[in-house]
């Protein structure tokens, strides 16, 4: 049974640099977010705006050197329900929480994958070092696992290795060991990423459903604005290691107060987009100009003024800091009441 409304998870000016022979990479600089229990969570932004980084900051997994977290805080509550820093726990402590309290799905099924081990080691191994079961119980569990993700004959399957199965198979085998423990936390990294639209619903689809069996809460990062909308409860959108707009899900996508987020929903194919009119002309989709910007060689202001139409002088020359809008919605953008205000008219 989950306790909705309660905080799992949350991440307080975050700040995770990595040290390079061209200067400091600030990937994540002075994010905060948090989980409730038994919701899905969604980080979204173009590769390069720090979600991959601040999962695996979560997960203490950032190779140090050159990486380090040198600021803020992750507070997470355990099975125990005792809170704990996740910054400032020792490294033995941190490894009964991976795999056990928090769980990750990484984003290349291919590789993350032992080539030499049976699919069944693989996954008992988590359920032998934090359930305390034998060999033969951890083979028992990996087999229900592999039942219970949708793979057929598991009992034939346990016993195989990666490379005899699909890009699709392995992905659910990945599923499988992360929810091997019951975690309370899952973080999924792009799931579905090379996969193609079929697997992919069948995917999204087996994680909602083992959501509500189990009760964990979802981390979910990924790029992909229509999976957002139909996975997420709230969202996170990132650019340039920072929090740019965070909101419920319904809100981002009906309400969106952030430049940034408007090209990404902007940039979405929509149904009937395809359709061609005879006499005229074809509508192209809108596309975000120019490149996330070199982390080594961040603006002096907003990070996305380089690249965006809303832009004035004023956003040159500081970076803004987040505003409520309401509602739990905030934005990192000076000119957010203009934004609401063309909103209003519009739905008038």
Request: aromatic share 4%; with cysteine.
């Amino acid at each position: 049974m989950t306790h909705q409304g309660e905080v799992l998870l949350a991440v307080n000016g975050l700040k995770t640099y990595f040290n390079t022979d061209d200067g400091v990479v600030k990937s994540v600089d002075g994010v905060t977010f948090h989980i409730k229990k038994g919701e899905t969570l969604a980080v979204v932004g173009e590769s390069g705006s720090g979600k991959s980084v601040t999962s695996l900051s979560i997960m203490r997994l950032i190779p140090m050197p050159p990486g380090q977290i040198v600021d803020g805080e992750i507070l997470f509550t355990g099975k125990d329900g005792v809170q704990k820093n996740i910054v400032n726990l020792p490294e033995a402590e941190m490894r009964r929480i991976r795999g056990n309290d928090i769980s990750m799905i990484f984003q290349e099924p291919m590789t993350s994958l032992n080539p030499v081990y049976t699919i069944g080691d693989q996954i008992g191994e988590a359920v032998m070092l934090h359930q305390g079961k034998n060999k033969r119980e951890a083979l028992a569990v990996a087999t229900e696992m592999l039942r219970l993700v949708g793979i057929p004959a598991p009992e034939k399957r346990v016993n195989e290795y990666p490379h005899q199965m699909s890009g699709g198979m392995r992905q659910r085998v990945m599923i499988a060991m992360a929810l091997s423990c019951n975690p309370a936390l899952l973080i999924a990294d792009e799931p579905t990423t090379a996969l193609d639209v079929t697997i992919q619903a069948q995917i999204l689809d087996l994680m909602r459903k083992l959501q509500q069996e189990i009760g964990m809460s979802i981390l979910f990062i990924t790029h992909n604005l229509g999976v957002v909308a139909e996975m997420a409860d709230r969202v996170v959108v990132m650019y340039g290691g920072r929090v740019v707009e965070e909101g419920d899900v319904v809100e981002i996508f009906k309400a969106p107060r952030h430049p940034y987020t408007m090209g990404l929903l902007n940039s979405i194919p929509r149904a009937g987009d395809a359709a061609h009119v005879p006499g005229q002309p074809k509508q192209r989709l809108e596309a975000i100009p120019g490149n996330v910007p070199n982390p080594l060689n961040l603006p002096p202001g907003c990070p996305f003024e380089p690249r965006c139409k809303f832009a004035v002088e004023a956003c040159s020359e500081a970076v803004p800091p987040l505003f409520d809008t309401g509602g739990g919605h905030v934005a990192r953008c000076i000119r957010w009441q203009e934004f609401e205000q063309a909103q209003h008219e519009v739905n008038a």
